[in-house]
C-alpha cells in the first residue's frame, strides 16, 4: 500500500511560481513511477506530468511543457512539481498519483494510488 500526502498548493498571481510537493510512504518509493494529475473544475481529471522510478525519464502534457518540471528526491521519498509562469488555466486540484510497481509510466489508466490533492489558484 502506497499512502501520498501533498502540500505547497495556494494562490499566486499571474506569472508566478509554485512548487508542489507529494511525500510518499513505504519502501518502493524508489522502485516506483510518480505522476502528477490535475482537476479543474466541471473538468476531467488530466495528466500534467510522470517521472520514472529513477528520475531518468520524465513527460509532459503540451499545456505545461516548458513550464512545470518534474522532480523527486528517493532518499526522501518524495516527488515534487516545480511550476513556473502559470497562467489562470493552470488553477485547479493538483493530485500526486502512483501506479503499481512494473506499469508502463505513461500508461495514465494505471495510476491507482492517490493523494488528497492541493488546491492552486492562479489569478489573472
Known amino acids: 500500500q502506497v499512502q501520498l500526502v501533498e502540500s505547497g498548493g495556494g494562490l499566486v498571481q499571474a506569472g508566478g511560481s509554485l512548487r508542489l510537493s507529494c511525500a510518499a510512504s513505504?519502501?518502493?518509493?524508489?522502485?516506483?513511477?510518480m505522476g502528477w494529475f490535475r482537476q479543474a473544475p466541471g473538468k476531467e481529471r488530466e495528466f500534467v506530468a510522470v517521472?520514472?522510478?529513477?528520475?531518468?525519464?520524465?513527460y509532459y502534457s503540451d499545456s505545461v511543457k516548458g513550464r512545470f518540471t518534474i522532480s523527486r528526491d528517493n532518499t526522501k521519498n518524495t516527488v515534487y512539481l516545480q511550476m513556473n509562469s502559470l497562467k489562470p488555466e493552470d488553477t485547479a486540484v493538483y493530485y500526486c498519483?502512483?501506479?503499481?510497481?512494473?506499469?508502463?509510466?505513461?500508461?495514465?489508466?494505471?495510476?491507482?494510488?492517490w493523494g488528497q490533492g492541493t488546491q492552486v489558484t492562479v489569478s489573472s
Open positions: 498519483a502512483a501506479p503499481p510497481l512494473n506499469s508502463r509510466l505513461t500508461d495514465f489508466s494505471a495510476y491507482s494510488y
Open positions: 513505504g519502501r518502493t518509493f524508489s522502485s516506483r513511477n
Open positions: 517521472i520514472s522510478a529513477y528520475g531518468a525519464t520524465t
